[in-house]
């Protein structure tokens, strides 16, 4: 699995406690980060995934909710899964930014 990520990956011996919610609000679940890259990470989720919206949602590093990484999904085995980052403020389309001069 970890050979999907792109980019230099750390991986985290115990994990890094966290929380996954929906863009929406209405689910949230704990998690831990396994594994991060620039582009994503690896996360072990606890309760069941099945049912959830997870094709956007928010990685929520804080308790505060204060640091967060907007996400979507990329792959699951069982309980892991693997997360792709979303550039903030960036929608996926076709048109190429103007180069800067």
Known sequence: MAERMKGER??????????????????????????VSETGAKLTVEGSVEGLHLKEFFLLL?????????????WVNG???????????KKKTNKRAPAEA
């Open 10 to 35: 750390v991986v985290f011996e115990r994990g890094i406690p966290a929380f996954m919610m929906g863009i929406d609000g209405t689910w949230r679940r704990n998690c831990t980060i396994e594994d």
């Open 62 to 74: 804080s308790s505060t909710g204060l640091a967060y990484r907007r996400c979507e999904l990329a």
């Open 79 to 89: 309980d892991q899964i693997g997360v792709t980052f979303l550039k903030q403020g």
